[in-house]
């Protein structure tokens, strides 16, 4: 399981659920340093036929992650081979308006918020 | 070639009509060559013609086919700069929505984190340095207005030995409804009832006089003594009581915000001294 862990966030793939998970307080300083967090996505999505990302905990994302996560989408989405879908949560404010919009670059997208 | 009989013999003036006659099949016999090479002309030029064109027409198909190939080349790039254009106004759309987002995300933060910064744990209710930074405002707002600004201090009678006989949990639970009851008998907005500390608690009462203050004080100690919370081991009654120092002044420059503060807690202690479970709102010299 490949895991990117500092003390403000975490970012690991469980490849037995088929989820990528980013939790905690994600602030990165471009798009640049989000590469990783990006390649961890990507070589999850190429693993699995339906990769789910699990954003409920990530309590905070910068616009620098939000650009990072809608290339995400649209990488997938024109792979079109992968089922992709997120599970946020209804108490994080950026979650319930953010999510709705990715789905507009991918409307297949499935967005569950718990 | 013709045979004709000798006809200069039966007809003397014939050689004479057969000259122009011969001369005339020697013309036509070169017109004749003529057209045959002119037609040969016209045909030879009609191939090149028709292979020229042919050339032609090939040229201008493979252009064609050229052509055809760019037009669904550019109309396969038009639509994926179409579908690029569409994503980045999404990703810009959200990207600013998102930022808008987080702004109010932050801004709940640090209103949530001022406020908590200003709440008393325990009882909930704003703690001394809300209270001091109200007080403030409300002192400079009241001189400019030549207002009267009261204050009501109250201390819980015999609480050290409430929380000796009944436990620091019982007596957490005692703070926090005699806290409840102070607020309760607030009436203005503009009113603030505070923790001060331990077991004293403050109120701000601005655009009020010393007489309505010890009325809001009376109703105070009234609604304290209804909630009957027993406390057998008080010098002064069965249940709960409390002590309160009342004071009041229309600030000016030349009096400072600690004065006010210090006569009401003059008062509180003169209702100590006195028995407790009293309201005091003069001061004895």
Redesign the interface.
């Given at each position: 399981m490949k895991k990117i862990e500092t003390e403000d966030y975490k970012a690991y793939f469980d490849p037995e659920a088929s989820q990528v998970v980013l939790a905690g307080f994600l602030r990165l300083s471009g798009i640049d340093a989000y590469q990783p967090i990006m390649d961890l996505l990507l070589a999850a999505a190429e693993q699995t036929e339906s990769c789910t990302v699990d954003l409920h905990e990530l309590e905070?994302?910068?616009?620098s992650g939000?650009?990072m996560l809608?290339?995400f989408v649209?990488r997938i989405r024109d792979s079109v081979t992968t089922k992709l879908s997120f599970v946020g949560s209804k108490k994080v404010?950026?979650q319930v308006?953010?999510l709705k919009?990715?789905k507009?670059?991918m409307p297949n997208l499935e967005i569950t918020l718990l | 070639m013709h045979n004709f009989p000798n006809s200069t013999d039966t007809n003397p003036e014939l050689p004479a009509h057969l000259a122009p006659l011969l001369q005339e099949i020697e013309c036509l016999r070169k017109e004749n060559a003529d057209l045959r090479i002119a037609l040969s002309n016209t045909a030879e030029h009609g191939d090149l013609i028709e292979a020229e064109l042919y050339e032609t027409n090939c040229k201008l198909k493979a252009e064609i086919a050229v052509r055809v190939r760019a037009e669904s080349t550019l109309n396969t790039l038009l639509e994926m700069l179409t579908r690029q254009k569409s994503?980045l106004e999404?990703?810009v759309?959200?990207?600013m929505?998102?930022?808008d987002?987080?702004d109010?995300?932050w801004y709940?933060k640090l209103h949530e984190v001022v406020l908590q910064a200003g709440i008393d744990s325990l009882t909930q209710i704003p703690n001394r340095r809300r209270f001091d930074d109200y007080f403030e405002r409300q002192w400079q707002q009241m001189r400019q207005e030549r207002l009267p600004l009261s204050i009501i201090m109250c201390d819980i009678d015999a609480f050290k030995s409430y929380n000796d006989t009944y436990g620091h949990l019982a007596g957490d639970a005692c703070l926090k409804q005699i806290a409840e009851a102070f607020c309760k008998c607030l009436q203005h907005p503009s009113d603030l009832a505070a923790r001060y500390g331990g077991e004293e608690f403050i109120a701000l009462l601005p655009q009020t006089d010393l007489d309505k203050a010890v009325i809001v004080a009376q109703r105070m100690q009234q609604i304290i003594r209804d909630l009957q919370i027993p406390h057998r081991s008080s010098p002064v009654a069965q249940t709960v009581t409390v002590s309160m120092g009342v004071a009041c002044t229309i600030p000016d420059p030349t009096l400072s915000m600690s004065h006010l503060l210090q006569q009401a807690d003059v008062r509180l202690y003169a209702a100590k001294r006195q028995g407790k479970d009293r309201i005091v709102s003069t001061t004895i010299v």
């Open positions: 905070f994302l910068n616009s939000i650009s809608s290339m649209v404010l950026w308006r953010s919009n990715l507009r670059l | 994503d999404i990703i759309q959200t990207l929505e998102h930022g987002l987080l109010t995300q709940e």
